[in-house]
């Protein structure tokens, strides 16, 4: 959000407590409370919208259908307003990606522990593709704090060697941002990762 608002364009942010979220610019931020879950609290975050961003997750819970039930429900709120542009934040290793992963993520982090977690990563993927929306997502690999430094590898495939499997979110909020304004990836996958 910070950088979005930093680079002039109008925000509406959808979640559960915007408390956190009062100390930034108020003149182009709009903040809505509301659960994923409820079809009205995310019509009313979707309705007016050009694009919309999701990048849901599930704290620490290992279970649930946030991300795929969430999807489903903004996907539907966007059809009932006539919104097409879709950017969904999902995961390196979902889908066709597999192959970019080390055996400690296929089959220790995605096959065990995060197993949950990774089928609702899935799940999203397939209603975000059978959406009939203008879609990109963007499969980031594993999260770690850092500056935004725009310098990373972005819609590789899987026989792309040496990546550290690591990124920042202020990098993944800045190749999230530019798709926003371009279809470079318009229906595709890109991966994104140092």
Not at 24 to 53: R, Y
Not at 68 to 87: D, W
């Amino acid at each position: 959000m910070q950088q979005a608002l930093a680079q002039g364009d109008e925000v509406t942010a959808f979640a559960r407590n915007t408390e956190g979220l009062t100390d930034m610019d108020q003149n182009s931020l709009t903040l809505v409370n509301g659960d994923v879950f409820n079809p009205e609290d995310v019509n009313k975050a979707v309705k007016g919208q050009e694009v919309v961003c999701i990048t849901l997750g599930s704290g620490r819970a290992r279970k649930g259908t946030v991300r795929s039930q969430g999807t489903q429900n903004v996907i539907e709120a966007m059809k009932t307003y006539g919104v097409k542009r879709l950017i969904c934040q999902t995961t390196l290793g979902a889908g066709d990606s597999k192959g970019n992963l080390n055996f400690f993520w296929k089959h220790i982090m995605f096959g065990w522990f995060l197993k949950e977690v990774f089928i609702d990563h899935e799940l999203q993927e397939q209603y975000v593709m059978r959406s009939g929306l203008d879609w990109t997502i963007v499969r980031p690999s594993a999260f770690t704090d850092g500056d935004k430094t725009s310098q990373y590898y972005h819609g590789f495939g899987t026989e792309k060697s040496a990546l550290k499997l690591k990124i920042s979110r202020a990098d993944v909020a800045d190749f999230i941002l530019k798709q926003t304004h371009n279809d470079q990836y318009l229906r595709q996958t890109p991966g994104v990762s140092y």
